[in-house]
Nanobody
Framework: VQLQASGGGLVQAGGSLRLSCAAS????????MGWYRQAPGKERDLVAT???????NYADSLKGRFTISRDNAKNTVYLQMNSLKPEDTAVYYC???????????????WGLGTQVTVSS
């Protein structure tokens, strides 16, 4: 299973970006999906998660600016980021719990990450 993220880039403060992450490979079912981020010199932190039924969870500091969503038919998760701030600069990683067959349990996967840089 591979997770391919896209949509990162350079944006001015106050701007918006939309990240996408598609899961591909041998997939029976994609369960929880999410986004995490890691700024230089800091630990990787939760941004948001979403279950297969659409229940969401956000880092408290990002509620109201970031929105996570998914398309189950495409095994894709999205992150809409609005009102971006320089402190949002980080590498954004997608994450997913995937079953490759009905008779196995979830296995957790990480994408390679996509850089988001917000200039002041």
């Amino acid at each position: 299973v591979q997770l391919q993220a896209s949509g990162g880039g350079l944006v001015q403060a106050g701007g918006s970006l939309r990240l996408s992450c598609a899961a591909s490979g041998r997939i029976y079912r994609v369960n929880d999906m999410g986004w995490y981020r890691q700024a230089p010199g800091k630990e990787r932190d939760l941004v948001a998660t979403i279950t297969s039924s659409g229940s969401t969870n956000y880092a408290d500091s990002l509620k109201g600016r970031f929105t996570i969503s998914r398309d189950n038919a495409k095994n894709t998760v999205y992150l809409q980021m609005n009102s971006l701030k320089p402190e949002d600069t980080a590498v954004y990683y997608c994450n997913a719990d995937v079953r490759y067959a009905a008779y196995v349990t979830n296995r957790n996967y990480w994408g390679l990450g996509t850089q988001v840089t917000v200039s002041s």
